[in-house]
Every structure is written in C-alpha cells, then in structure tokens.
C-alpha cells in the first residue's frame, strides 16, 4: 500500500469525484464501508510505518526547517543517507519541520525498533557518524548532546525512562504547551498521511457533517480564541461580522505575511505544519460561507510557500479541498499569494490590495474587510497561528481551550525567543505566563551571565520592558498597558550591552523605510522622530548655540512629536510605530539623557560619541588599522606606535575589529 | 531595453519563449496578476528590464506609470541586474543587537560599495534585508543563497575571499 488514501481493494469506491464523507475515518481506521480483516491489516501496517513502528526498520527525523537547512541540515541527511545504505541498515529518511529549539539545530532523531524515538543536538558530521556507529549499530547511546526521548504514543515509548529523560524536561521545553507547534519538528510536513494519522482533518470532518455554521462560530465564541497576529480581536466575532455581511461572493485570507524583524512563528508553523493551518481555514471557509481563500505569504519564505503548494495539490487530488469537499457539498478553492516585500501589507487592507495587485496601501476603516474586502466583497482575514488553533478547538471543545491560559486571553502564544538569551528559538507558551520564565527559564538566562536590560516584544509597533516588568503576564491587556503588545510574537532580548536608544533608532529606521506615505503623520513623523535620534547619538564639539538647544529640546521633542503620530495616523501600523520610542523614553529616560546632555552612550553602542584612541605601550606599528580605516584617519610609520586623527574619525569601529593586539580603546 | 514600439500589436511574439510563457500563463487584462508577472520575470532574469513594465502594461491593460509605482513600492523588485552572488544581509532585530551593523559596515568596507549597488566586476550585489528568520544564527549573511551565521566583522573578509577564489 503506497498510501493511507490509495483505495484497499476494488469494494473502496472513493475518488476525487466520488467523495466519501469517512475518507478521514476510513484512513486510519478503516476500511468502514466494507468488512475485511486483509484490507485492515493493510492498513494498519502502513499507519505502524507511518507512525515510525515497524519492527524492521530504523527512522532517522532531521530538521530541515530555514534554521535547519541553515545550519548545514541538508549535508547531514545526504550523509547518514549514505552511510546507512552502505552498512545496509533498512532506515527510513525523514525530513521533519523546525522543531523550534534552534540553539540545538542541527538535530536529529533516531527511532529503532524496540527504542523509543531518541534526540539528538548539535549534530555535526562526526556525531552523525558517531549516531551511526553506536546508538544504530550497537544500541549504546552516545552521552554528550542527547536531547531526550520524543513520545510519540508508541508503547516503545517509555523504554529507555531509567536512562534518557523525555525531551518535555529539557529546560527550553519544561513550561511549553504545544498546540500550534503539535506537529512541528514531529512529523514530515510535505506529507498529508503524517498529518492525518495525528487526528488531522478529524475536526473538518466534523464540521462538515455535524455542525451548522452558527455553530461552529459559536463554538469558536465561547473559546475565546483572539487573533494571534496581534491585535487581539476576537476570531469567533470576525467571523460572525462576515457570515452576516451580504455579498455574493466571500473571501478567506490567511495573513502569513510576517514583517516583524526578528519573528519567524509563522514561518516555522507553514513550513513544520502546512496542514493544521489549511484545515483551520477550511473550518473558517465553512462558517463564513466563502468559498475562495489566499494565504498571503512572504515572498522571503520560499520553502513555506513550496510546502503550502504541496499540500494544497495534495489535498485536491484527494477530495479534501476544491468542489464538493468530502461530499459534502461544500466548495472551497485555496490559492497562494506571494507577498513582495512590504512590512505595511501586514495591515489587512493594505494585504487586500496587494492581493489585487495594486500597491500595499491601508484605506481607512470602516467599511471594514468583513463588509467590503477584496474586490469589494465581504473578506475574513485571520493570523495564521489564529488558524492553526481552530481545528484544535473544534475537535476537543470550546471548554478544554478555555481551560488554557488566562480568563480574558484564553489558549497559547507561539514566540520567536531571540537577542541574547542562551536558548532561542520557537516556544509556545500558555497565556499568562510571565516574562521572567520565558527568559530565565526557558531562555536560560542571559548569555555570558550578563545582566539583563529589556526585553522588546511585539516587534516595531511593540515595546521595551524592563527588568521592573519582568513579572508581567502575558497576556493582551496586560502588556498593552505595560506599552507593548502581544504583536506577532517576536521576543527579543536585550542585556547591559544594548543602548536602548540604538534599539529606539533600529526600530525608526525600519518603520521609516516601511511607512507606505500616505499619511503624513506617518510619512514626515517617523522621518522627523529618526531625524532626532540620529542627532543624539553623534556630538559635534564645534555645534553652534542654536544646535545645542535644538539637542537639548530632543526629549521634550520626541515625546511630543510621538503622542501626535500616535493620535493621527491612519492605520494600525503609524499609530503604533512611535511605541518603541515612547517605551524607551518612559523606562530608559536615563540613557536618553545621557545621550543629549553627557554625551555620552552608557552601553557604548552609540559610535558618534565615542571617542578612539591608540595606547601606545600596547601599538606594535603593523599598520594594519591604517590599511583598513575608510577615512584614513590613522597616521604613523612602520614599526612605531599609531595615532588616529580625531576630525578624521567617523568612529566606525574598523580599527578595533582588525587591530591584532587590542591596542585601541575605546571610550 | 528600450520601449516597445506601440505600432506592433503583438510585441509579445516578439519575446523569449520563456517570457511568453509566463505571461500567456495568465488571462490578458488579468490585473491581479500583475504582482506574480513581476515576481516570476524578475525569477528569469534576477532584475525587471524595462520592457516587461510595458509589455505587462500593455497585456494587463494597466497604465505603465502603475506598474512602475508597484514595482518601486514592493522591496523586492529591482531595475538594476545583479552581480554573480547576491550577498543579503540581514536587518532583523536579532541581528542588529547582536552585531549585525558591524558585518554591513565590513562588508561595504571590504567591497567598496554600499548596500544596493553591485562591485565592478559584477561579482557581488550588497544588500539588506528585513529578516532572514534564522535569528538564533544572528548575526547572518547569505551569500548566493548560502547561510553563514554567529558572523564577526573579521570573518566576513575570510568569506569573501572564498568565494573570489571560486572564480
């Protein structure tokens, strides 16, 4: 049997023109139309295959997410692909999505008969070859980067308990709660069988066949689910507005254009998970009554883009998705739209218009999307980790999702835990969780022990908390009023080294460039703001008195400046867009002033005030700082001690990363 | 390139194959598809030449002074053709508190460009881009496609070599 789907025997009458509503139930239990022990066993097989239990074989799971493939997965599968083949060991090779501890690519799982499905970190060629030669060969389990066991609901699963700990009490994994990232790193995502044998489409079955519309909205209602692309709204309720919108045609959009620099959950979940977003979707089609839908995906995102077209091609040739899905006489055709690089098109009515191919332009709301969207049809657009939870809360009940999280923000968060902790990666936590053990407990602390600063969430139209607000739950409202946002999800994590008027300026700069130009708020404010800060982190020793009061108003300035934007742009993203200002300023007044009054960058990032100098005790005279400085500001003769030329410096820092005896300090 | 001569009606005949086939792939008039036209002829030859934005304008039917503004909107497209490896490097937040400035510093420093032009030679094209998404790598690089990651500005000199030595 090549398939879960390929019929078992001439009775099996199913096809993509003559659907069967138990096709789900039929694939891994069945078959339910017909009574024969043989084509049960057939199947049963092919799931004991699937799942990773056959007795003869050996399963190697590799990571081969962006991360994964990033870090050199691809030579690692051609390599243990190779060697096995010679030792003639009969191995199944799988390619598995971005299990999200990205510290620890590039991991691979091994999974013999017999054994539980064993973890393996930092796996190089050596260790590949060491994986090979003792734990496949000789069943003895190399020490030094095992992870932990993966259960995978195989009775093997607990043999090895007195040895190796179970991947869930690695410290990154301990307080996660996966939903969204269920399948992600488990299972190989190009495959619809995987997905399946893991309750897919169990929930799509459902709906169609014993749900109404209304109810399933309400079913997502009481959930309490908000949308997860950051402003929170709740989901059941949009898609109530837009089964009520009148209009003969109805659309479903996936937001997957994830701008925020610094987040890829989106990304992990299309390339670890394609399907579990697709069935949401689905799921939603069905209760808004639209039957055309887009995933609008970063161009910058190639592999989940190939996955998603997989799936869609995948599910189409088996009656899944397209006309009369499952007979039930529901039609949903799923299209993907590549985005092109525009941090706007995030906006949902600036993402419409890209669709129709026009420039990403936010209009002002109302008429809202569910009224008048795409082509000026009724529209629903939702996150896609919003997505990747409906099948769940559809198939365990609204009450088992509420039981998750806090009362007012039910369910969990994926984040993109980055910057500066030991672990980053991909983790999903439960709502309410605090701040401080995401970092010090998932994140493992600060790298090199240094002291924590802040911590910047919700990407550019988040903000900066700091160590004071480390107890913060996560949740909506709180971190709204601590002046961030849930955003996307992007966590990055800032220590004693980060100026956080630097981090102020990175996040201007990049809205800046971003904002669309419509408004002017948006369009001159953001350039005005930049215009500021760039002005505080440089010192001209030969300033005028008029520009020395300029610098003095900057503060007063800025949060002025910042409060108007905020109260006059025309879109979601100007008016959050001063916010990494305005939390810097509200936390960090401190390194403000001393940025425009001292002169000076406490955490020394600021290069315009900061001052070069050669020791000469230390200078040996190889000259290879003058060689690489782009101003030609460093003077002297071979062999003796150099100098640099202070109006010359433009204190780019060159000189310090090149000079092999450490002799330039910098202060 | 220069502007296709209006008094020949079908001046897409007169095109590569591949062009041809990629814009028969889609209805004429079609104005949704002018953002996937964009994308795939820039697919083909790594930058838009200029007389796709009138030969598009002409099949969808759209005024080329639009084409042109979406073209310019959008971050990905480009007029200019591109050196032998694309060199991005990435901007993300990650990168940038992990040192990410310092490898773009070194990196327009060592190839005496800035970000958005292309060497003499034609061999690297600098760019930024927004994020990469391989963060915990940070600060990273692709150069033609490859990731290099946990760079320092030292390094970058290393890896440039490497690749002009493949010439």
């Known amino acids: 049997?090549?398939?879960?789907?390929?019929?078992?025997?001439?009775?099996?009458?199913?096809?993509?023109?003559?659907?069967?509503?138990?096709?789900?139930?039929?694939?891994?239990?069945?078959?339910?139309?017909?009574?024969?022990?043989?084509?049960?066993?057939?199947?049963?097989?092919?799931?004991?295959?699937?799942?990773?239990?056959?007795?003869?074989?050996?399963?190697?799971?590799?990571?081969?997410?962006?991360?994964?493939?990033?870090?050199?997965?691809?030579?690692?599968?051609?390599?243990?692909?190779?060697?096995?083949?010679?030792?003639?060991?009969?191995?199944?090779?799988?390619?598995?999505?971005?299990?999200?501890?990205?510290?620890?690519?590039?991991?691979?799982?091994?999974k013999k008969p017999g054994f539980p499905r064993v973890s393996f970190a930092q796996v190089n060629l050596e260790r590949a070859a060491e994986i090979i030669d003792v734990f496949i060969e000789h069943d003895t389990i190399p020490e030094g980067y095992l992870l932990g066991t993966v259960p995978?609901?195989?009775?093997?699963?607990?043999?090895?308990?007195?040895?190796?700990?179970?991947?869930?009490?690695?410290?990154?994994?301990?307080?996660?709660?996966?939903?969204?990232?269920?399948?992600?790193?488990?299972?190989?995502?190009?495959?619809?069988?995987?997905?399946?044998?893991?309750?897919?489409?169990k929930a799509l079955t459902k709906v169609l066949f014993s749900m109404k519309p209304d109810e399933v909205i309400t079913e997502v209602i009481d959930s309490g689910l908000r949308g997860r692309g950051g402003g929170g709204f709740p989901t059941g309720k949009k898609w109530l507005f837009t089964r009520k919108a009148e209009g003969k045609r109805k659309f479903l959009i996936c937001n997957a254009d994830e701008g925020d620099p610094g987040a890829f959950m989106d990304r992990s979940v299309l390339e670890g998970d394609p399907h579990s977003v697709i069935e949401g979707m689905i799921i939603a089609a069905y209760a808004i009554g639209a039957e055309e839908g887009y995933i609008y995906v970063r161009a910058e995102y190639p592999l989940a883009i190939a996955r998603l077209k997989k799936a869609i091609a995948n599910l189409e040739a088996n009656g899944i998705l397209g006309d009369n899905i499952l007979g039930s006489g529901f039609n949903f055709h799923l299209k993907v739209k590549m985005g092109a690089g525009a941090f706007v098109c995030g906006e949902e009515t600036a993402l419409i218009g890209s669709i129709e191919g026009k420039r990403g332009i936010p209009r002002p709301r109302p008429p809202y999307p569910a009224n008048s969207g795409l082509w000026g049809y009724p529209t629903n657009i939702n996150n896609v980790e919003t997505f990747a939870n409906v099948?769940?809360?559809?198939?365990?009940?609204?009450?088992?999702?509420?039981?998750?999280?806090?009362?007012?923000s039910s369910g969990t968060k994926v984040f993109a835990l980055t910057g500066k902790t030991k672990n980053s990666g991909l983790i999903e936590v439960p709502m309410g969780i605090s701040l401080r053990e995401i970092i010090f407990e998932l994140g493992g602390g600060l790298q090199n022990d240094k002291q924590f600063k802040a911590a910047q969430i919700g990407g550019p139209s988040g903000g900066c908390l700091p160590v004071e607000l480390l107890d913060t739950a996560i949740d909506y409202d709180s971190l709204q009023r601590a002046g961030a946002m849930m955003g996307s999800g992007g966590l990055v994590v800032m220590d004693e080294d980060t100026c956080m008027?630097?981090?102020?300026?990175?996040?201007?700069?990049?809205?800046?460039?971003?904002?669309?130009?419509?408004c002017i708020p948006c369009r001159e404010g953001t350039a005005r703001l930049l215009e500021v800060l760039e002005n505080i982190v440089k010192s001209n020793p030969n300033s005028s008195e008029e520009e020395l009061q300029k610098r003095y108003q900057s503060i007063n300035q800025l949060e002025r400046l910042a409060h108007v934007i905020k109260d006059t742009a025309a879109c979601g993203l100007g008016q959050t867009?001063?916010?990494?200002?305005?939390?810097?300023?509200?936390?960090?007044?401190?390194?403000?002033?001393?940025?425009?009054?001292?002169?000076?960058?406490?955490?020394?990032?600021?290069?315009?005030?900061?001052?070069?100098?050669?020791?000469?005790?230390?200078?040996?005279?190889?000259?290879?700082?003058a060689k690489k400085c782009p101003q030609g500001a460093i003077v002297g003769e071979r062999a003796h001690s150099h100098f640099i030329v202070p109006d010359k410096c433009a204190r780019c820092g060159a000189c310090v990363e090149f000079c092999p005896f450490d002799a330039i300090t910098v202060s | 390139m220069g502007k296709v001569c209006c008094c020949n009606k079908d001046s897409l005949a007169k095109q590569d194959e591949a062009i041809q086939k990629l814009f028969r792939s889609y209805a004429p008039g079609e104005k949704e598809a002018l953002i996937p036209i964009l994308q795939e002829t820039q697919g083909l030859y790594g930058y838009l030449p200029k007389s796709i934005l009138y030969l598009a304008s002409e099949y969808l039917n759209v005024p080329v002074g639009k084409i042109y503004g979406v073209a310019t909107f959008y971050n990905q497209f480009r007029f200019d053709p591109v050196g032998k490896y694309l060199i991005q490097v990435c901007a993300g937040t990650a990168c940038h508190v992990r040192g990410g400035g310092l490898i773009l510093q070194a990196?327009?420093?060592?190839?005496?460009?800035?970000?958005g032009e292309t060497t003499k030679n034609s061999l690297f094209t600098l760019s930024t881009v927004a994020c990469l998404g391989a963060c915990s790598m940070a600060p990273v690089v692709t150069i033609g496609g490859e990731f290099h990651g946990r760079l320092q500005p030292k390094d970058v000199v290393k890896l440039l070599r490497d690749y002009e030595m493949k010439e």
């Open chain 1, 577 to 625: 867009a001063p916010n990494p200002v305005l939390s810097t300023l509200k936390y960090f007044k401190n390194e403000y002033e001393a940025h425009v009054y001292d002169k000076r960058c406490p955490a020394k990032q600021c290069r315009g005030l900061l001052v070069y100098r050669i020791n000469p005790k230390v200078c040996r005279g190889c000259g290879i700082c």
């Open chain 2, 107 to 115: 990196l327009e420093s060592e190839l005496g460009i800035k970000a």
């Open chain 1, 152 to 201: 995978m609901g195989l009775s093997s699963d607990d043999s090895l308990q007195d040895q190796v700990h179970y991947i869930n009490d690695f410290p990154m994994m301990k307080k996660q709660q996966r939903l969204v990232l269920r399948n992600c790193g488990i299972i190989n995502p190009e495959s619809l069988e995987e997905y399946v044998m893991r309750r897919g489409y």
């Open chain 1, 391 to 408: 099948a769940l809360i559809i198939d365990k009940g609204a009450n088992w999702f509420k039981s998750i999280g806090t009362p007012k």
């Open chain 1, 1 to 110: 049997m090549n398939s879960l789907f390929t019929p078992c025997c001439e009775k099996c009458t199913h096809t993509k023109e003559t659907p069967c509503a138990d096709l789900i139930k039929c694939a891994v239990e069945g078959p339910i139309c017909h009574e024969d022990k043989n084509c049960h066993k057939v199947k049963q097989n092919r799931l004991k295959y699937l799942q990773g239990a056959d007795s003869d074989l050996t399963y190697v799971y590799i990571g081969m997410g962006t991360c994964g493939l990033a870090a050199g997965a691809d030579k690692i599968y051609n390599f243990m692909a190779k060697q096995l083949e010679k030792k003639k060991i009969p191995t199944v090779m799988k390619k598995v999505g971005c299990f999200g501890l990205c510290t620890e690519e590039i991991m691979v799982d091994v």
């Open chain 1, 501 to 518: 008027v630097d981090v102020a300026r990175f996040f201007l700069n990049f809205t800046k460039k971003e904002s669309c130009g419509k």
